[in-house]
T-cell receptor, first 113, second 120 residues
Framework: AQSVTQLGSHVSVSEGALVLLRCNYS??????LFWYVQYPNQGLQLLLK??????LVKGINGFEAEFKKSETSFHLTKPSAHMSDAAEYFC???????????FGTGTRLQVFP | NAGVTQTPKFRVLKTGQSMTLLCAQD?????MYWYRQDPGMGLRLIHY???????AKGEVPDGYNVSRLKKQNFLLGLESAAPSQTSVYFC???????????????????FGEGSWLTVV
């Protein structure tokens, strides 16, 4: 069975500051890990994913995440926040083949000027 | 454009009424899903399907039924709507590891735009 914990339901940063959104997972099999972003009244858009191979994964809009097996973490970072990054972010986990995603409860990112 | 399409986008129901949400995908994906999204709870899997003619229960299946008569369509039914089913519903489909052109990238679940359902 898989589960995801996102630490912090709300995160606020200033424009230009580092963005760090935390995600810890639990999985009985090697996990596939994902970050999705949701803008208001829209569907979910894939930011990045880790399946196998390189543990540092780069995604769209300057985001990246690092898979750390020893810490069971997959934190999302961006060096410099932009106003357009304000959205809700979801971490998700699945087993092999990514055939059933289990989501965290989400983190709402606010960016202040 | 290839993608996942949900209809209707908005609906208001009275308690006890029935309705069906339709999800259609044109990427020839085998797997399809229905999620519901509620504030503070993220997305929870209702039912899913691993192929035409098959369905399975997810995390929160009670009060819902599904059917996958055609590969491209996945229907979510509410037989007797309750206020607790007020939510935003998302359909999704999943790509095989080795996609053909037009089927998106591998190991990725694609989501529809959402269906806002209010039960009064």
């Amino acid at each position: 069975a898989q589960s995801v914990t996102q630490l912090g339901s709300h995160v606020s940063v200033s424009e230009g500051a580092l963005v760090l959104l935390r995600c810890n997972y639990s999985s009985s099999v090697p996990p596939y890990l994902f970050w999705y972003v949701q803008y208001p009244n829209q569907g979910l858009q894939l930011l990045l994913k880790y399946t196998t191979g390189a543990t540092l994964v780069k995604g769209i809009n300057g985001f990246e995440a690092e898979f750390k097996k020893s810490e069971t973490s997959f934190h999302l970072t961006k060096p410099s926040a932009h106003m357009s990054d304000a959205a809700e972010y979801f971490c998700a986990v699945s087993g092999a083949f990514a055939d059933k995603l289990i989501f965290g409860t989400g983190t709402r990112l606010q960016v202040f000027p | 454009n290839a993608g996942v399409t949900q209809t209707p986008k908005f609906r208001v129901l009275k308690t006890g009424q029935s309705m069906t949400l339709l999800c259609a995908q044109d990427m020839n994906h085998e797997y399809m899903y229905w999620y519901r999204q509620d504030p503070g709870m993220g997305l929870r899997l209702i039912h899913y399907s691993v192929g035409e003619g098959t369905t399975a229960k997810g995390e929160v299946p009670d009060g819902y039924n599904v059917s996958r008569l055609k590969k491209q369509n996945f229907l979510l039914g509410l037989e007797s709507a309750a206020p607790s089913q007020t939510s935003v519903y998302f359909c999704a489909s999943y790509n095989t590891i080795s996609p053909r052109p037009g089927q998106g990238s591998g190991n990725t679940i694609y989501f529809g735009e959402g269906s806002w359902l209010t039960v009064v």
